[in-house]
C-alpha cells in the first residue's frame, strides 16, 4: 500500500526558509506524478507544485513561482519542497500527493494518494 510521509514544517518568521519532506513507501516515486498542496483555515485545498514522471516536467502556482522548488531524490524515494522568501501567506496544513496519470497537476481530486500534512506557520 503507497504510503507519504510529511516533515519538515514549523514555524518561520516572514523571509525565511523551509525545506518540507515527502517520504515515500510502496512505490517508486519517479514513476509517478508527485504533487505539493495546501489548505489554510476555512480555504479550499489548493495545488501548491507538481513533478511529472522522469524528474520532469514541473509545474508551480503562480503564488509560489520564483520561491518554492520541487525536486525529489531517487535513492531516497522522497520528494521536497524548498520554501523561501516565506509569506504570511505561505501559512497553512502543507500535503505530499501522488498520482501516476494526474489529469490537472492543480486538482486535489487528481490523486491517489495523500500524507498526512505538516504544518507551516509563518509570522511577522
Known amino acids: 500500500q503507497p504510503q507519504l510521509v510529511e516533515s519538515g514544517g514549523g514555524s518561520v518568521q516572514a523571509g525565511g526558509s523551509l525545506r518540507l519532506s515527502c517520504a515515500a513507501s510502496?512505490?517508486?516515486?519517479?514513476?509517478?506524478?508527485m504533487g505539493w498542496f495546501r489548505q489554510a483555515p476555512g480555504k479550499e485545498r489548493e495545488g501548491v507544485a507538481a513533478l511529472f514522471t522522469g524528474g520532469g516536467p514541473t509545474y508551480y502556482a503562480d503564488s509560489v513561482k520564483g520561491r518554492f522548488t520541487i525536486s525529489q531524490d531517487n535513492d531516497k524515494n522522497t520528494v521536497y519542497l524548498q520554501m523561501n522568501s516565506l509569506k504570511l501567506e505561505d501559512t497553512a496544513m502543507y500535503f505530499c500527493?501522488?498520482?501516476?496519470?494526474?489529469?490537472?497537476?492543480?486538482?486535489?481530486?487528481?490523486?491517489?494518494?495523500w500524507g498526512q500534512g505538516t504544518q507551516v506557520t509563518v509570522s511577522s
Open positions: 510502496g512505490f517508486t516515486v519517479s514513476h509517478y506524478c
Open positions: 500527493a501522488a498520482d501516476r496519470y494526474p489529469t490537472n497537476w492543480w486538482r486535489p481530486t487528481t490523486y491517489n494518494y
